[in-house]
């Protein structure tokens, strides 16, 4: 059980995401693009700075755009144009960098919400170009829309076929309005309804969920793992408690003293405002490491869930909520097999490994009355999760 340890790490890397996505903001804020640099862009290093710079595929993009917006071409000629000049991209890329305002000096970023930055980078073309693409665009029946959330295919660049390894994409039938997904590797023709689909990825986190008689023993593990990580949270928590209890009784103590007339009421309203002043202080931040605590103590109760709801959640979840879902169990993605029409998965975080092998170990065991069986703690998993003792 001391693997349950494992576990964490996952919060833990959570933790530094977080940090990470922090750092990542501010850059972005001060106008520095945090990604490999965009089709058109290459970087260098001068006395420790990057400094941008437009490359021959940015100069010929910059043509691009005047195209669109000037010479009112479509989306595939100007794709046709470009190969031939030396710079091929699939339809889906152009379409991007086409709708993409870094090309005109801003930037836009899932870290930035809904802001829009100035970048540090040298604009391809100006803003006023840029809008008359976008408008060109709008009413060219020959723009490509791609609808990145839709969950309706929510496995889609999460499914690797088997056969070439490459990452699956969704699309819609719409003489049968149904969604499949299909690999992009051409000739390889491996697709899957994505119903069917669905359903066997169902069936593959099923393997993972916790059962029910294992609930008990894993989550006494994480309770138990829980207060070693945060011993210092609980030892902030009751010094602030001891510290509370001194003030009350200096309190106390002060009333008492005025009550009995030792000190004057000029001197009692000095110092009871003083003590007052610091339990309020005390107070405050016990109040923050007990929110702390709480908050701390949910995070078993929400993993329980989720080891023993992977089916329910995910089916029942938004795209977003999906993604997380199937990025947290599967951190490598799944590979669909068309031949033998299953699916399998490179790597399973650890603590679903864990929790899916003591379920399967730990059962309530049918024992004769009075044998020796019988009086064992349903709770003690057989070898194979630790070394069997003599």
């Known amino acids: 059980m001391e693997n349950i340890h494992l576990a964490f790490s996952h919060f833990d890397n959570q933790q530094r995401r977080q940090k990470t996505l922090a750092g990542q903001r501010e850059a972005l804020m001060k106008g520095r693009w945090i990604g490999r640099e965009p089709t058109g862009y290459h970087t260098r290093i001068i006395n420790g700075k990057k400094e941008w710079l437009i490359n021959k595929d940015g100069k010929l993009l910059r043509k691009a ?20 000049n030396g710079l091929a991209l ?21 870290a930035l919400g809904d802001q829009v ?3 540090e980078h040298p604009p391809i073309i100006s803003k006023d170009l840029f809008r008359q693409v976008q408008e060109v665009l709008k009413g060219n029946s020959h723009g490509y829309k791609i609808k990145v959330k839709n969950n309706n295919a929510p496995l889609k660049r999460f499914v690797h076929c088997e056969q070439c ?13 149904l969604w499949y997904y299909k690999c992009r590797t051409k000739g390889c023709c491996d697709n899957k309804s994505a119903k069917k689909l669905h359903e066997l990825f169902r069936q593959e986190l099923k393997r993972f969920a916790l059962s029910e008689n294992a609930v008990a023993p894993v989550e006494y593990e994480l309770n ?19 510290q509370l209890k001194e003030i009350e009784r200096k309190i106390d103590r002060l009333e008492e003293r005025f009550l009995f007339e030792e000190i004057s009421e000029a001197q009692y309203r000095k110092f009871v405002g003083k003590l007052n002043a610091e339990r309020e202080e005390i107070e405050r931040h016990l109040g923050i490491a007990t929110r702390k605590i709480s908050n701390l103590e949910s995070f078993v109760e929400k993993a329980i869930k989720i080891c023993r709801n992977l089916g329910v959640l995910w089916e029942n979840g938004d795209f977003d909520d999906r993604q997380m879902l199937q990025d947290l169990v599967f951190p490598e993605g799944i590979y669909y097999s068309k031949k033998n029409d299953r699916v399998r998965t490179s790597r399973v975080n650890s603590i679903f490994v864990l ?17 020796k069986s019988a009086s064992r703690s349903n709770w003690v998993g057989p070898a194979g999760l630790e070394p069997a003792t003599t």
């Open 65 to 84: 755009f005047y195209k669109i917006a000037a010479d009112r071409l479509s989306c595939e000629e100007v794709r046709q144009w470009l190969a031939a």
């Open 90 to 110: 699939y339809k889906q890329k152009l379409h991007w960098i086409l709708n993409n305002p870094f090309y005109c000096g801003v930037m836009v970023h899932a």
């Open 117 to 119: 930055v100035e970048g």
């Open 165 to 177: 390894g490459e990452k699956m994409t969704g699309y819609l039938v719409k003489a049968k309005d």
């Open 224 to 242: 138990a793992v829980f207060y070693e990580i945060n011993a210092s949270r609980f030892d902030e928590a009751e010094g602030l408690q001891a």
């Open 355 to 371: 929790t899916a092998q003591i379920s399967r170990n730990i059962a309530p065991q049918k024992a004769k009355p009075g044998s």
